[in-house]
């Protein structure tokens, strides 16, 4: 199973943009990569995957290396309330989602 | 929509106690999936359905844990008998496969927190 990497916390001030990185450099040519966020004491949100090319939604924007091997998450004008632990994960065949430690991310006001 | 719903909140039982955890998926998602997240593992898959029938349950820890999808609407997980390493919060999530892309995208329940004493 593809394993992933990201930073353990992150500032960012209160209507910047917020560049969250995750590193998969194992992961199968037909896994996806999905991003949640987990507020805390909630479930688990669902913000946005991709498989190739670049991504956005009303959340956020998906940026994927050429490669494959990393991406980014970018939520463009960050407000307190996504102040939360991010989340990547590669999806496949397996239907599983696998979280690591995940990113804290820390709006700043 | 409500989203998943999931009962109890939280639960606190003895060891050796049976533990039921409840789930109602989103109506009209035809996969449900259980999860187990603690600090030290992270999220873990347990089991998951495809209408009404379980596909996957490599991710049961052992014959303690057993979960159930009678009906579309309606799951349990069931564990008996509990002890203090089951702890952790549970979460129920469902899905809709999406026949054109391929994936589908979970959305996951508020979660259930269970301690066993």
């Known amino acids: 199973d593809a394993k992933t990497t990201q930073p353990t916390s992150m500032d960012c001030a209160e209507g910047r943009a917020a560049n969250l990185p995750c590193n998969h450099s194992?992961?199968?040519?037909?896994?996806?990569v999905y991003w949640y966020r987990q507020i805390h004491s909630q479930g688990p949100q669902y913000i946005i995957h991709?498989?190739?090319n670049n991504e956005t939604n009303e959340m956020a924007s998906l940026i994927i290396t050429e490669d494959r091997k990393s991406s980014t998450l970018i939520l463009p004008h960050a407000t307190l309330r996504d102040t939360a632990v991010y989340y990547c994960?590669?999806?496949?065949?397996?239907?599983?989602?696998?979280f690591g430690s995940g990113t804290q991310l820390t709006v700043l006001p | 929509d409500a989203g998943v719903i999931q009962s109890p909140r939280h639960e606190v039982t003895e060891m050796g106690q049976e533990v039921t955890l409840r789930c109602k998926p989103i109506?009209?998602?035809?996969?449900l999936f259980w999860y187990r997240q603690t600090m030290m593992r992270g999220l873990e898959l347990l089991i998951y359905?495809?209408?009404?029938?379980?596909?996957?349950d490599s991710g049961m820890p052992e014959d303690r844990f057993s979960a159930k999808m009678p009906n579309a609407s309606f799951s349990t997980l069931k564990i008996q008998p509990s002890e203090p390493r089951d702890s952790a919060v549970y979460f129920c999530?469902?899905?809709?496969?999406?026949?054109?892309?391929?994936?589908?995208?979970?959305?996951f329940g508020p979660g259930t927190r269970l301690t066993v004493l």
């Open positions: 994960s590669p999806w496949g065949s397996a239907r599983q989602l696998t």
């Open positions: 999530a469902s899905s809709l496969l999406d026949v054109a892309g391929g994936t589908d995208t979970q959305y």
């Open positions: 359905f495809n209408n009404n029938v379980p596909i996957d």
């Open positions: 991709g498989l190739k």
């Open positions: 109506s009209g998602h035809d996969y």
């Open positions: 194992t992961i199968s040519g037909n896994e996806y």
